[in-house]
């Protein structure tokens, strides 16, 4: 892929105010407390369980800190995974989550997705996965899966279909059954070294699965998981109940109390977004700090778990708005015309003007937007003279243009 189309695709992303990993790369992030934060997490003097929630304004560029932390986490040697809730993707089900997260897993060198590609470069010589195997045997979680599925693993090099299976019960498919299991340990001659019983139960099996997915890459040579949870305040559309079930599974990722027992000592590190307005409108004009514990204690869910979720909600970090970071989006502006000049070769730079006045309420998109649509006007219309823009009053948004003509060169 050319140069010039793939600033042309970052630029057509950022007329629609959606990020991708070509405006990510080129454009970095202007929120440089939460890099910080990030950095301090990813480099821990000792990896273990890890997070940060952090809160913005519609438009103030959540989905874009996200993606460049997701590639400085991939610089700095982890796997990663990048998740957005939604109504198909419940964040208080871990039985559809933690699948989800662990198919998504990207690693830093490879654009297949899954713990497929992490198993496909297991070597079994290599100190790493030596580490790694006596972890497992070691676990006292899983009534004996993980090491007997580990070892069957090793066993049955060659044989494909076996160990797609394997690895798709890794990644929280049904695959094995239990007797299944024992035939293949007895055919094996693996009978006598490892012991297999039922199933954990649902919910501890999928935090296992995030653990041992975690320490798996660790077994490729890899430093752990990150983790990316984007648009947490979709819950807010969920009953009670379920807005319930989902703060506790926040609880779960970020309390350090209620960290289950299951993801103690796992390199894993979890970062998540939410609206700012969230805890006001939800947790406070609609009640949930007093209605969610009464529900948990009804339904028999962890309350503490439940407490902790809306708590680590309540402490996420403030992105720096507009107004706060005017020397940052100013740098931003450069760049923006150094990514619109690749893109177009052929137009003539402006000289950039100093940014107008940056409230509260200005969005990171609407300023990009305007910048972007400021230029196309100039491009095709007007190279030399003034260019007034105004935004569609009824929508807010600004003329796009070329999708067809990008997806035709592609």
């Known amino acids: ?189 693996l009978a006598g070294a490892h012991s297999v019983g039922k199933l954990p139960p649902a919910e501890s099996l999928h935090w296992q699965r995030l653990a041992f997915s975690a320490q798996l890459c660790r077994a490729i040579g890899l430093r752990g998981l990150v983790v990316l949870v984007d648009e947490i305040e979709l819950i807010a559309q969920y009953s009670i109940l379920q807005r319930v079930k989902s703060y506790r599974v926040l609880g779960h990722l970020f309390g350090k109390e209620t960290l289950p027992e299951e993801l103690k000592a796992a390199p894993l590190i979890l970062v998540a977004a939410v609206t700012r307005d969230f805890e006001k409108s939800i947790l406070q004009e609609k009640g949930d700090w007093e209605k969610a514990p009464e529900m948990a204690r009804q339904k028999h869910v962890s309350e503490e778990a439940v407490r902790a979720g809306m708590e680590a909600i309540r402490r996420a970090i403030p992105l720096r708005s507009c107004s706060e970071a005017q020397v940052a989006i100013q740098a931003m502006l450069h760049k923006v015309a150094d990514l619109y000049q690749k893109a177009y070769p052929d137009w003539v730079r402006p000289s950039l003007s100093e940014l107008p006045p940056l409230y509260g309420t200005t969005t990171v998109r609407s300023i990009i937007r305007r910048w972007i649509t400021e230029w196309d006007v100039r491009r095709y219309y007007n190279p030399t003279g003034t260019v007034q823009i105004e935004e569609d009053k009824a929508t807010g948004h600004t003329p796009t243009e070329e999708i067809q003509e990008l997806e035709e060169e592609a």
């Open 1 to 189: 892929m050319s140069a010039s189309l793939v600033a042309r695709r970052a630029i057509e992303a950022l007329r629609n105010g959606v990020p991708n990993p070509f405006a990510v790369a080129e454009l970095g992030s202007w929120q440089q407390e939460v890099e910080e934060k990030f950095w301090e997490l990813c480099n821990a003097p000792s990896l273990e369980p890890g997070g940060m929630l952090v809160k913005g304004d519609f438009g103030t560029g959540k989905s874009h800190l996200l993606l460049t932390l997701q590639e400085k986490a991939k610089k700095q040697g982890f796997a990663t995974s990048l998740v957005v809730i939604s109504k198909e993707l419940p964040l208080g089900n871990p039985s559809r989550l933690i699948p989800r997260i662990l198919a998504e897993i990207e690693l830093p060198d490879m654009a297949e997705r899954g713990l497929q590609g992490i198993a496909g470069r297991l070597q079994y010589k290599q100190p790493s996965f030596q580490e790694f195997q006596l972890w497992v045997n070691q676990w006292r979680f899983g009534e004996g899966w993980w090491p007997s599925t580990l070892a069957l693993h090793q066993r049955l090099e060659g044989d494909d279909e076996k160990l797609d299976a394997i690895v798709r019960f890794w990644a929280g498919e049904p695959t094995l059954r239990l007797s299944e299991v024992r035939q293949r340990l007895r055919d094996h001659g």
